[in-house]
């Protein structure tokens, strides 16, 4: 049976998916057969695995840092937001059904068996299981069968390491506060401090490590340096949703829509130099992008009713009809055509009409497509003829139905027309091929031409998890953290 070790963090965003991944890398790189685990996440970022599960997108990062494939025994339960109150609750992968919060708080418990029949399974088959947290352990409104934090590591006797973000401010309020909320058995369980996102000289922070230590009778076992590194983020939280890339000879902007997903689409054209990506949640923000991307969404009418009401969809339109190349990926697709209709509320139910770009309708149904996808383009003419032949990798998931009469964008469906495209392949731009010939065509629209390299996202990816795992190497106590590991609780 694996040993284990738990990240848990003084409230969201704080680094515990990052320092996760970090782990299992470096675990990996020693020698070890490692598995991230997360019992419960709550993300609008999600992936499927090759045997067509739905789970957390930072676990399937996680398990990639791992060496590992991903399953849904690394993410038991997957909550997806479709309104403000209620989620879309997946289970091993597959849909349970909508619920509200109250309802969901009140069934959680039941779903301990899944949790532990999963955990177990997978340290049956590991070394070591790096577990991460969600949130905070102390919102004590919440706390009532916890599942996630301390619940969880009290159900798999897992030492846990409580990380702070000093980047934020109040890291010693954080960390000490957290501690003083904490009961008496779960305090016990913390068995080191870190201390994440620092900027400048860490050397300077020594006075902040024995105040630290000092007020809580805890080890630090590290303080991290803010690591530039270009990893996907699956948190709605994401600095990358409030701030643009570099301002670069190429322009592409992401329409933020209000319950966006999968926004890591769109992160391969980052590391691409002289490519800017930014996202836009006002018509005034729009400007004249060389491309504009329609991302996925969790609720699409209501999405679509929130362009049409804040004036995005027209100014969409104008950009369109301009000759700007728009391009949907999923719900960005099903919102490209000219109608979307959810007649058994299976997201929220009604009818809207979309943007009208494309010629495709979407009926939703209850039935949920879950499938890794691989193929090619069509024969395109347009503003996307570059692409003809290329071939792509990526995934499905969704609910929607999209009928066309068009010839297919890809042999995967999907539609184009002029300077519109869209399909429901998540990931389509992460193959080298793809991404570049995108790239190079935007670069001769302006009459310029791209030197630079094309890189395969996976690729790419490996390396930045490398570079992340060296860093956080270099700043934790390692030693330390085996003997935690070692020790157990």
């Known amino acids: ?81 479709t309104t403000d109150v209620g989620s879309q609750v997946i289970v091993n992968g597959k849909v349970r059904g909508n619920m509200r919060a109250a309802d969901y708080f009140r069934h959680k418990k039941e779903l301990i068996p899944d949790i532990m029949t999963a955990y177990e399974a997978l340290a049956s088959q590991r070394d070591i299981i790096v577990i991460e947290g969600a949130g905070s ?22 030492p846990v390491l409580l990380v702070g973000d000093i980047d934020r401010g109040g890291v010693f309020a954080q960390l000490i506060g957290t501690l003083q909320l904490l009961e008496k058995r779960e305090n016990e369980l913390v068995k080191g401090l870190v201390v994440n996102k620092f900027r400048g000289d860490i050397s300077l922070f020594q006075d902040g490590i024995d105040i630290l230590e000092k007020r809580s009778g805890n080890t630090v076992a590290g ?33 933020r829509l209000p319950k966006i997903s999968n926004f890591t689409d769109f992160d391969v054209f980052r590391q691409y130099s002289g ?48 000759g700007t190349p728009v391009f949907g990926i999923c719900g960005g697709y099903q919102i490209m055509g000219q109608t979307i209709s959810d007649p058994e509320g299976s997201e929220c139910g009604g009818s809207v009409e979309g943007l009208g770009l494309l010629g495709c309708e979407t009926v939703f ?66 193959s080298a091929d793809v991404s570049g010939r995108l790239i190079r065509a ?6 310029l031409t791209y030197i630079g390299a094309c890189i395969d996202r996976r690729e790419y990816r490996n390396s930045q998890l490398d570079l992340l795992a060296d860093n956080v190497r270099k700043n934790l106590d390692m030693e330390l953290i085996y003997r935690i590991i070692e020790e157990g609780v």
């Open 1 to 81: 049976m694996a040993k284990n070790i738990m990240l848990q963090g003084t409230m969201s965003n704080v680094g515990k998916s990052f320092l996760t991944a970090a782990l299992c890398r470096i675990f990996r790189q020693d020698g070890y057969s490692v598995a991230p685990f997360k019992s419960q996440n709550m993300a609008l970022n999600s992936f499927i695995t090759p045997d067509g599960a739905e789970i957390g997108r930072a676990q399937a990062l996680q398990a990639e840092a791992a060496g590992i494939s991903p399953s849904a025994l690394i993410n038991p339960i997957l909550l997806k937001p």
């Open 137 to 158: 352990p102390v919102e004590l409104n919440l706390k009532a069968d916890d599942i996630v934090n301390m619940g969880l590591a009290k159900l798999v006797k897992s």
């Open 223 to 255: 303080v991290v340096p803010y690591i530039n590194c270009d990893i996907e983020d699956e948190d709605s939280l994401s600095e990358k949703l409030n701030a643009r890339s570099a301002d670069g000879v190429i322009d592409i902007a992401v329409i």
């Open 275 to 322: 490519v800017s990506v930014r996202f836009v949640s006002k018509a005034s923000e729009l400007g004249q992008p060389d491309m504009l991307m329609i991302p996925g969404t969790k609720s699409t009418i209501a999405d679509m009713k929130w362009l049409a009401e804040n004036g995005l969809a027209e100014a969409v339109k104008r950009l369109h009809s301009s």
């Open 365 to 430: 149904s209850n039935e949920k497509r879950q499938t890794q996808v691989c193929g090619k383009f069509g024969d395109i003419s347009g503003s996307f003829s570059c692409l003809s032949g290329a071939e792509f990798y990526g995934y499905e998931v969704h609910m929607g139905i999209t009928d066309s009469n068009a010839t297919p964008l890809t042999t995967c469906g999907g539609e184009f027309c002029g300077n519109a495209a869209g399909c429901y392949i998540h990931g389509i731009f992460d």
């Open 442 to 447: 935007l670069y001769s629209r302006k009459e």
